[in-house]
Nanobody
């Protein structure tokens, strides 16, 4: 069964950092653009960031620009989301997703999510 598995979430104080990882099981991430999405309680899921197959193109939601950095290591079959200067409003369940398109549209595979909680 093809799977995306997120890790690295947790509880962090405001201003802190976390690095999320997205690893693939039984398929090669290098063939896909990969996106990070998040969903906070009572809110719709939103796109956070996306990276192209080669890693040469990235984009970010306005709310995270300058604080979050997406990267990929195709040799390790893993995509990362470095999150700095975290705010309470970043609290959400974070998902990674694989896209058969150039930049995260359409999504063909979803992970199960990892919880990020920013609180003092």
């Amino acid at each position: 069964q093809l799977q995306l598995v997120e890790s690295g979430g947790g509880l962090v104080q405001p201003g802190g950092s976390l690095r999320l990882s997205c690893a693939a099981s039984k398929f090669t991430l290098a063939y896909y653009a990969i996106g990070w999405f998040r969903q906070a309680p009572g809110k719709e899921r939103e796109g956070v960031s996306c990276i192209s197959r080669s890693g040469g193109s990235t984009n970010y939601a306005d709310s995270v620009t300058g604080r979050f950095t997406i990267s990929r290591d195709n040799a390790k079959n893993t995509v990362y989301l470095q999150m700095n200067s975290l705010k309470p409003e970043d609290t959400a369940l974070y998902y990674c997703a694989a896209s058969s398109g150039y930049m995260c549209d359409p999504i063909v595979y979803w992970g199960q999510g990892t919880q990020v909680t920013v609180s003092s």
